[in-house]
């Protein structure tokens, strides 16, 4: 880790637990960032799915059966 890492993480070890929580949670958040490219594109794959399900270009299995293995 560089010194700047190291020296956040040594001033954050000296916070409370419950400060400390509340760092992790926003450091995490901060990660999870809608990217709307990849939502578009996701939407489009989905949408793409559908579609072949809907002309049985596509297997599908039911969820009993995909369960049923981890019984």
């Keep these: ?13 000296t916070l409370s637990p419950a400060e400390r929580a509340a ?25 793409a799915r559908i579609d072949a399900a809907e002309r049985g270009e596509m297997k599908s299995v039911p969820a009993s059966q995909v369960f049923g ?3």
């Design 69 to 71: 293995k981890y019984d």
């Design 23 to 47: 760092l992790v949670e926003e450091l995490l958040s901060s990660l999870d960032k809608p990217d709307p490219a990849l939502d578009r594109l996701w939407a489009e794959e989905a949408e």
């Design 1 to 13: 880790m560089s010194v700047t890492v190291d020296k956040i993480l040594d001033d954050a070890l």
